[in-house]
């Protein structure tokens, strides 16, 4: 069964901190994305990557960048935090880039204070 | 842009009777369409998937239909449980330049059972 881990159950940061959300996959899976979660808003696409050091924008990248240096891992990054990022964060990764289920993490619950 | 809409966003049925959520989308191109179902604090989980090539699957008391033509997907609980209530959202996977953009998802469905 796939397995994707994210870091941290529950983080919170003080405005202007950079913020490192870290997520790792066992499935050897190409494509690894992140989405952010907000009542009301459903799931919107962040970031993803779909090799190594590869990564392209989703629906809402402003504020946010993104670090694939192994596989297995896919990191999103907050510059420079602020209280409109206060959040659900959850990571996913697939097979196929589109056409495959997307196995999510546990997510994590960033409160930027 | 492309997009994906879910109606209705809260849904409350009896146990037992059958619920119904439907989704539209806009790239004409789409051709994957998972519905996942969230329990309360957990993740995000498939539950089931079409692809464009039939109009229909089912899995035991669930089932989703597509429209092409139209443009949408449904998805189909029958004999509801009180296990049912959750989160549901659909997806589709929407195009722009050479490749999949990855998948899109509506805004979600919070599913009630009455008991």
């Known amino acids: 069964d796939v397995k994707v881990t994210q870091s941290s159950r529950y983080l919170v940061k003080r405005t202007g901190e950079k913020v490192f959300l870290e997520c790792v996959q066992d499935?050897?899976?190409?494509?690894m994305f992140w989405y952010r979660q907000d009542p009301g808003l459903g799931l919107r696409l962040i970031y993803f990557?779909?090799?190594?050091?590869?990564?392209e924008k989703g629906d809402i990248p402003e504020g946010y960048s993104v670090s694939r240096e192994k596989k297995e891992r896919f990191s999103l990054i907050l510059e420079s935090a602020s209280t409109n990022q206060t959040s659900m964060y959850l990571c996913a990764s697939s097979q196929d880039r589109a056409s495959s289920p997307l196995h999510f993490g546990n997510g994590t619950r960033l409160t930027v204070t | 842009g492309e997009n994906v809409e879910q109606h209705p966003s809260t849904l409350s049925v009896q146990e037992g009777d059958s619920a119904v959520i439907k989704c539209t989308y806009s790239?004409?191109?789409?051709?994957?369409f998972p519905w996942y179902k969230q329990e309360l604090g957990k993740r995000p989980q498939l539950i089931i998937d079409i692809r464009s090539n039939v109009g229909e699957k089912k899995d035991q008391r669930i089932a989703v239909t597509l429209n092409k033509t139209a443009k949408h997907f449904s998805l189909h609980i029958t004999e509801t449980q009180p296990e049912d209530s959750a989160v549901y959202f659909c997806?589709?996977?929407?195009?722009?330049?050479?490749?999949?953009?990855?998948?899109?998802f509506g805004k979600g469905t919070h599913l009630i059972i009455q008991p």
């Open positions: 990557s779909y090799d190594v050091k590869m990564k």
């Open positions: 997806a589709a996977n929407l195009f722009s330049g050479g490749g999949a953009d990855g998948l899109t």
């Open positions: 790239d004409s191109a789409s051709n994957y």
């Open positions: 499935m050897d899976h190409e494509n």
